[in-house]
């Protein structure tokens, strides 16, 4: 597996970033991540790999959404102490990336914050109220599949602090208490994307009052439930 990893990571350092292999040579480490055995001592694969991945961020958008693909499978499977040895610069390549043009990589990058958000909480590193700001943006004024994946992100928060407050999470587990100190812009962000989505629906005011909450329980379950963890 060393001289495979190796291969790969020395053409992809040969390549231009409009090389139309790059994303396959990429996509080719990614895999390799997910099939890394932590049991057997390999955890240095990660350390060779995840720069590789990190400069395919860089790279045209093909190549770029599938750096960030193969970075959200390898925080989902990799090793807690390779993870959070490489949290802070993660999170700042998704940050960057969420201010692409391309629909597809802000998903991407949103949704990779939400497994950060999810496994990771206390690593997320110091750039808070910047992803406050860019997660907040999307769910106001983003289209739904990225709105969606802001609201994911505030999801684990919430559930993270919460189970924090009540002692249930990870033992020694400081609460950042983000959710709290952003609650008023988070609670306006979230009845915005509900009022957006309900237009888009064609849903006139009058009508969405009487069955405000049944309705948005029903069609916006995400939103919904994302807006009970917070009040």
Known sequence: MQAVISSLRLNIDLMQNSHSNMQALIQALGLICQQISPVQGETNHY????????????????????????????????PAVVVTGYCDRIVNILHEATFSHDIR??????????TIANDYYGSLGEC???LMKVTFKAMKNDVEP?????????????????????RRGPSGAQSRHLVKGKHAALVDALLKTLKRQHVSLG??????VPNYRSS???????CSECCLCVL
């Open 128 to 130: 808070n109220e910047a």
């Open 105 to 114: 990589i802000r998903q991407e990058a949103l949704g990779c914050l939400g």
């Open 47 to 78: 350390h060779q790999i995840l720069p590789a991945l990190f400069k395919g961020v860089d790279c045209l958008n093909e190549s770029r959404l599938t750096s960030l693909q193969a970075i959200n499978n390898t925080i989902a499977s990799a």
């Open 146 to 166: 990225v709105a969606v994946k802001a609201i994911e992100f505030w999801q684990f928060i919430s559930i993270n602090e919460f189970d924090i407050e009540l």
């Open 216 to 222: 948005t329980l029903h069609e916006h379950g995400i």
């Open 203 to 208: 849903i006139s005011k009058a009508a969405l």
